[in-house]
């Protein structure tokens, strides 16, 4: 069973798709039906740095099934994650590899556990 809508946020939404498809067509050609399908959408806290038309034709809030959604959750570990770059600065390559992996593994079960809970 296929997800009834598909989203895709990024901050340039609107200056991104204006060649997707030629992109995806050249570089993965199995993928461009899925592409061409998604619904492209401004995360709401970068909304405000665009012309009105992008506010309005790229909004989350007007999007069928994306209302309530922000668009913003792949920024909200930047704080946490940008204080390890103080412990990690001074480390090996290796060392400093397997901190961060760690680090960015434990958000993500964090996140997926803390799914659960609002069920």
């Known amino acids: ?5 598909r989203g895709f946020s990024y901050d340039v939404v609107c200056s991104f798709i204006c060649h997707i498809v030629a992109r995806f067509s050249q570089s993965h050609p199995e993928l461009v039906p ?20 992008c506010q309005i034709v790229y909004a ?4 069928r099934g994306f209302g309530l959604a922000h668009g ?3 920024e ?6 940008n ?5 990690t ?6 060392a400093r590899h ?11 079960w964090r996140k997926t556990y803390n799914m659960c809970t609002y069920r």
């Open 98 to 108: 397997d901190a961060l992996n760690s680090l960015f593994n434990y958000w993500n």
């Open 34 to 53: 899925i592409v061409q399908e998604l619904k492209m959408l401004l995360p709401k806290m970068h909304m405000h740095a665009h012309q009105e038309m």
């Open 60 to 63: 989350f809030c007007y999007a």
């Open 76 to 81: 909200t570990p930047w704080a946490e994650l």
């Open 72 to 74: 913003e959750g792949v």
């Open 1 to 5: 069973e296929s997800l009834l809508e």
């Open 89 to 94: 600065r001074e480390m090996t390559a290796g």
């Open 83 to 87: 204080i390890a770059g103080l412990s």
